[in-house]
């Protein structure tokens, strides 16, 4: 994060009710400086458990919006805080 300008911006709250909610794969910041840098994902689910779903998926090798290449699954445990650069590098979504 060397040399890397932050600054404060609009936090995005979301909550997903369930029933196959979902984020659909996308960027947070493409081509044009929108002032987002990290992305930031902090977890306050106690209840999460495997099988329940909304699991971060990052595509770190896909070049369009389609998933492609490995993809990393991060759960949802209560307390996890998921960090990473949210330019056009970071493809990610929120498994249903």
């Given amino acids: 994060l060397k040399d890397l300008w932050l600054m404060r911006g609009r936090p995005m709250a ?22 987002r840098k990290i992305t930031c994902v902090l977890y306050l689910n106690p209840f999460w458990k495997p099988g329940d779903g909304a699991e971060l998926q990052l595509f770190p090798e ?11 699954e991060v759960e949802p445990l209560q307390g996890r805080l ?6 056009s590098r970071n ?3 929120v498994k249903p």
Avoid at 14 to 28: C, F, I, K, Q, S
Avoid at 62 to 72: D, L, R, T
Avoid at 82 to 87: E, H, N, R, S, Y
Wanted: with cysteine; hydrophobic share 35%; proline share 7%.
């Fill in 14 to 35: 979301a909550v997903y009710a369930g029933a196959g909610a979902r984020y659909t794969p996308h960027y947070d910041c493409v081509a044009v400086d929108n002032g």
């Fill in 62 to 72: 896909a070049k369009g919006i389609s998933p492609e290449g490995p993809c990393h």
């Fill in 82 to 87: 998921a960090c990473f650069l949210c330019d």
């Fill in 91 to 93: 493809l990610h979504a």
